[in-house]
């Protein structure tokens, strides 16, 4: 399948701090990423939809202004966990849909996930 | 109400068994798609099998197969011959709309397989 890399893998910030989660595709294009949340023993739940150029759409009960998602090019979104707390901590997972550059198209790849803990 | 529903939070097999895992899932859209997800330990999900609505066939990739039966609303997904290897998480997950991978998947709870020998 396609892959898709995450960094940093594992990340411990003191509350307060901001800390950027990088989501590229590395070998095809993706004009669409997600950003999901992953409590432990829990399930995977969908954050945000990051899209290249445009705004990302957020899910009901996520805050913008808390976690800014960047798209800058068709490889590459971030995510930015601003003024991070303890309840901020979680393992943050993306996925990439596939737009050009290889088959399958149109499916979703996830990256390996980050792990993020705040003091 | 949840959209996607896996009733076995935790799993025992035996090695070399064969095993169900159950989902059942929620949606008033006619076009949507099914997918099944492995996470071990280490965190990353790995893709095992996907099931479209207007696909008349089951699923199957290798030892796993996904047995849709949609007048139930059910996707289960059915792993022959088991390993050790099979033992993690294991996640049902549905994208609703025509596809084209626009929209988020909505995952279910997940069930915890272990594999004994």
């Known amino acids: 399948g396609a892959v898709v890399s995450q960094h940093p893998s594992r990340v411990i910030c003191k509350s307060g701090t901001s800390v950027k989660i990088e989501c590229r595709s590395l070998?095809?294009?993706?004009?669409?990423m997600f950003w999901y949340r992953q409590f432990p023993k829990k399930s995977l739940m969908l954050m945000a939809t990051s899209n290249e150029g445009s705004k990302a759409t957020y899910e009901q009960g996520v805050e913008k202004d808390k976690f800014l998602i960047n798209h800058a090019s068709l490889t590459l979104s971030t995510l930015t966990v601003t003024s991070a707390h303890p309840e901020d901590s979680s393992f943050y997972i993306c996925s990439a849909r596939v737009t050009s550059g290889r088959p399958p198209y149109n499916e979703q790849f996830f990256g390996p996930g980050t792990r993020l803990t705040v003091l | 109400a949840q959209k996607i529903t896996q009733t076995q939070p935790g799993m025992f097999v035996q090695e070399k068994e064969a095993v169900t895992l159950d989902c059942t899932y929620d949606?008033?859209?006619?076009?949507?798609?099914l997918f099944w997800y492995k996470q071990p330990s280490s965190g990353e999900m790995i893709f095992l099998i996907y099931q479209g609505s207007y696909d008349e066939q089951n699923a199957t990739e290798g030892r796993y197969s996904l047995n849709f039966q949609k007048a139930r609303k059910s996707a289960n997904l059915v792993i022959s011959a088991s390993q050790l290897g099979d033992s993690a998480m294991y996640f049902c997950?549905?994208?609703?709309?025509?596809?084209?991978?626009?929209?988020?998947?909505?995952f279910g709870k997940g069930t915890h397989l272990i594999i004994q020998p």
């Open positions: 997950a549905m994208r609703e709309g025509p596809g084209g991978g626009a929209d988020g998947l909505t």
């Open positions: 070998d095809f294009q993706a004009t669409t």
């Open positions: 949606t008033s859209d006619q076009s949507y798609g």
